[in-house]
């Protein structure tokens, strides 16, 4: 069955970077979009940047000129660059990677950032 497995949380300091990552394994179709969502404690899960297969991508407000999205598709992966990290992007971080010809959302286990200040 389809995986997405992120990787590359931890702990910074207001200031710092993190890169986090997503694989997606077997999958036997094309994956077209992909992204990441985080969730912070006590508040719902919003969107933080997404990538479309030739490589547009896409950013919240919040995370714009910070972060930055990038993928492999011959990997099946993508990356999130975290720079000049804020406690509020402490949470909960879930990439997804959308399947077209399954019309389905494949969603990883989640990885936590914390940023303490």
């Known amino acids: 069955q389809v995986q997405a497995v992120e990787s590359g949380g931890g702990l910074v300091q207001a200031g710092g970077s993190l890169n986090l990552s997503c694989v997606v394994i077997r999958s036997r179709f094309s994956i077209d979009s992909m992204g990441w969502y985080r969730q912070a404690p006590g508040k719902q899960r919003e969107f933080v940047a997404a990538i479309t297969r030739p490589g547009s991508p896409n950013y919240a407000g919040s995370v714009q000129g910070r972060f930055i999205i990038s993928r492999a598709n011959a990997e099946n992966t993508v990356y999130l660059q975290m720079n000049s990290l804020k406690p509020e992007d402490t949470g909960v971080y879930y990439c997804?990677?959308?399947?077209?010809?399954?019309?389905?959302?494949?969603w990883g286990q989640g990885t936590q950032v914390t940023v303490s200040s």
């Open positions: 997804y990677a959308y399947v077209r010809i399954q019309t389905t959302n494949y």
